[in-house]
Every structure is written in C-alpha cells, then in structure tokens.
C-alpha cells in the first residue's frame, strides 16, 4: 500500500523560530493537504494542495505541492507557543475515489 | 456552521463488551469517513460512505468491526466484541465530494481493560 514518510518525527524549537517539515511518498499523489492535532481533538485543516507545483499561504503557514507529486512540506514562520501540536500531511489519489493516507505527524514544541 | 459531531468523546470497557460509536457530518457532506488513530500514528481509514454506500471497507476487520449509514446522514460504528487491541481514537470525517478536503470530528477515544 501507499507509505508516507513524515520527518522530522519531532521539533524543540525556540518561540520565534521558522519550522519546517516534509512528507515524502511511494507513489503519486492527487492532492496533498496538512493538518493540525492538539491533544485529545481530531486533525484540523491547514492547508490543501491540488496541483503540482503548487505554493499555497495560510497566514504564517506555507505549504507545497512537490513537481515530483511525490512529495510535501510545510513552513510555519515565526512560530508563537499556539503552534504546539502535531501536524500531520495526507495524500490522495484516483481523484478521490480513495481515502487519505496519512503520515505518522511531526510533533512541534516551542519553548519560550 | 457545525462541525462534524461525534459521541461518545470517551469510552472505557471491558473486553469481549461491544461498543459503539455515532457520527453526525457536516450538512450537505455526502462522503463520511471512519477512521482509527492508535497512540502516535496518523489517522488510518478503516471505511468510507458515498451516501449509505460504504465504497472502501478493506481495511474494516469484518469479524468484528460493523458500520452502518442508513439515510446517508449520520453513521455508527460499532465492534462486537471490543479487544485490548482496539484501544484507539476513533475518528469520524466527512467531505462535500469524494475529491474534497476531510473535516474531522473530535474523535471518539476508546479504552478496552
């Protein structure tokens, strides 16, 4: 089956610092989209991406789409402590007809 | 506009006791999502509904895993009977189309003793 790679696997960072992390892939993606866990709620959307190349900005969020179609990441600019969490990218293919498969999520944590 | 409802948010019970789970989407989000999140992975899809049509459950371990979606609105999902091994997060998404992006519930967490 499809495997995502998700690095790093976690993030001790200072408050103010730039992030970055990255999702590599098997096979071909569709679509690429980020998501935001805080402990004890379901993944929250950042981000969706829909086309190779793709550059996309959420605020201090950027993400985007590798040429490749195989591969992800995502910046977050002068982090601030509500940007604790673990994020996590997904990929889909066949145009929707599957599911999303996830990675195993960067865990972000900023000391002040 | 709501989210995606899910309930109960906590569940401790005993092995070999069933469980199950309620999922109200988003309104007018015709695919609904299943999934199972064990401590430190990403989410894993264990069944997906186009309306009541469930159009994915390969990953769904039949023998004891079962899920419904009757009117094509809300969904259960249950397990009969629950091993230790099922202790997860049970997450419950839905999408406007097959091909849109997924907004997930708070999940349903599980503890099996």
């Known amino acids: 089956g499809q495997q995502l790679n998700q690095s790093p696997q976690s993030m001790f960072i200072q408050e103010g610092e730039d992030v970055s992390m990255n999702c590599t892939s098997s096979?071909?993606?569709?679509?690429w989209l980020w998501y935001k866990q805080d402990p004890g709620e379901g993944p929250v959307l950042l981000i969706a991406?829909?086309?190779?190349?793709e550059l996309t900005s959420n605020g201090r969020l950027t993400a985007q789409f590798g040429i490749t179609r195989k591969d992800s990441f995502l910046n977050i600019s002068a982090s601030i402590p509500s940007d604790v969490g673990i994020y996590f990218c997904?990929?889909?293919?066949?145009?929707?007809?599957?599911?999303?498969?996830f990675g195993k999520g960067t865990h972000l944590i900023i000391q002040p | 506009e709501a989210g995606v409802v899910q309930s109960p948010r906590y569940k401790i019970i005993e092995k070999k006791q069933p469980v199950a789970f309620w999922c109200n989407p988003i309104?007018?989000?015709?695919?609904l999502y299943w999934y199972r999140q064990n401590l430190g992975q990403g989410p894993e899809l264990l069944i997906r509904?186009?309306?009541?049509?469930?159009?994915?459950d390969s990953q769904l371990p039949k023998d004891r895993f079962s899920a419904e979606r009757l009117k094509g609105v809300d969904s259960t999902l249950k397990i009969q009977p629950a091993e230790l091994g099922d202790s997860a997060v049970y997450l419950c998404?839905?999408?406007?189309?097959?091909?849109?992006?997924?907004?997930f519930g708070e999940g349903s967490r599980l503890t099996v003793l």
């Open positions: 509904y186009e309306n009541e049509e469930a159009v994915d």
């Open positions: 998404a839905s999408s406007l189309t097959p091909g849109s992006p997924l907004f």
């Open positions: 997904a990929g889909q293919s066949g145009g929707g007809a599957d599911g999303l498969t």
């Open positions: 991406l829909y086309k190779a190349g």
């Open positions: 309104s007018g989000h015709n695919t």
């Open positions: 096979s071909i993606f569709n679509t």
